[in-house]
């Protein structure tokens, strides 16, 4: 953490002891979630859009299914987890938020699923925090679904700063990703049909606004 990114911590309010739970949860058995730097931006960018419907690729345990349902009250989540343990972890947990009624959640592999409960309905909103060699591929069979005007919005961006590592120093079985990662980051900042920015914060946060 950056001495800035301290600073601007010590004004974050408090959690409450359930999302402490998640994050601890997280940490210990190694799920990724958005660091809660990324997070408050990320709810701070929904909040400014009010999205209506949000699509998220990639649940894990649902927590940031979870932090955007309670920080948008009027919104609808709906969420796609392939693990089976993590699909079940984030049925557990959005039960008991209570938030089931407002968070939908298929245990499904992404790239393969053509649920009609899924691609039958539009987006305002579709956040991408999945596989991170996939990220072309994701936004390629999800954005039909988002809104004129809607946002999409993708993390680890930078994957803990190994996208600025020569490709001799990452370690072989991450190559592959990280080459896919810089080539959708190319592919998606020279892309007409949106306006999209890539912010420093957090792991790396990309936001494609589509025209």
Same mark, same amino acid.
């Given at each position: 953490?950056?001495?800035?990114?301290?600073?601007?911590?010590?004004?974050?309010?408090?959690?409450?002891?359930?999302?402490?739970?998640?994050?601890?949860?997280?940490?210990? *058995? *190694?799920?990724?979630?958005?660091?809660?730097?990324?997070?408050?931006?990320?709810?701070?960018? #929904?909040?400014?859009?009010?999205?209506?419907?949000?699509?998220?690729?990639?649940?894990?345990?649902?927590?940031?299914?979870?932090? +955007?349902?309670?920080?948008?009250?009027?919104?609808?989540?709906?969420?796609?987890?392939?693990?089976?343990?993590?699909?079940?972890?984030?049925?557990?947990?959005?039960?008991?938020?209570?938030?089931?009624?407002?968070?939908? +959640?298929?245990?499904?592999?992404? $790239? #393969?699923?053509?649920?009609?409960?899924?691609?039958?309905?539009?987006?305002?909103?579709?956040?991408?925090?999945?596989?991170?060699?996939?990220?072309?591929?994701?936004?390629?069979?999800?954005?039909?679904?988002?809104?004129?005007?809607?946002?999409?919005?993708?993390?680890?961006?930078?994957? *803990?700063?190994?996208?600025?590592?020569?490709?001799?120093? +990452?370690?072989?079985?991450?190559?592959?990703?990280?080459?896919?990662?810089?080539?959708?980051?190319?592919?998606?900042?020279?892309?007409?049909?949106?306006?999209?920015?890539?912010?420093?914060?957090?792991?790396? $946060? $990309?936001?494609?606004?589509?025209?």
């Amino acid at each position: 953490m950056t001495k800035y990114a301290a600073y601007i911590a010590n004004f974050n309010k408090e959690q409450s002891p359930f999302v402490v739970e998640m994050e601890q949860y997280a940490a210990a *058995h *190694h799920v990724p979630i958005m660091d809660r730097g990324g997070m408050e931006l990320f709810i701070s960018l #929904l909040r400014l859009q009010q999205p209506q419907r949000i699509l998220e690729i990639g649940s894990a345990i649902g927590y940031s299914a979870i932090r +955007i349902a309670e920080a948008l009250p009027d919104a609808a989540v709906v969420t796609i987890e392939r693990d089976t343990a993590r699909y079940a972890k984030a049925v557990d947990y959005i039960t008991r938020s209570g938030l089931s009624e407002r968070i939908t +959640i298929f245990e499904a592999d992404a $790239l #393969l699923t053509e649920q009609a409960e899924i691609f039958n309905q539009t987006y305002d909103a579709l956040f991408i925090d999945a596989a991170k060699g996939q990220y072309q591929r994701f936004f390629e069979k999800y954005s039909p679904t988002v809104t004129q005007g809607g946002v999409i919005y993708c993390d680890n961006m930078f994957m *803990h700063g190994v996208i600025l590592y020569d490709e001799q120093e +990452i370690p072989r079985r991450n190559r592959t990703m990280i080459r896919n990662l810089k080539e959708f980051t190319k592919w998606i900042m020279a892309n007409p049909e949106y306006e999209t920015s890539l912010l420093p914060v957090g792991d790396g $946060l $990309l936001i494609a606004v589509k025209k």
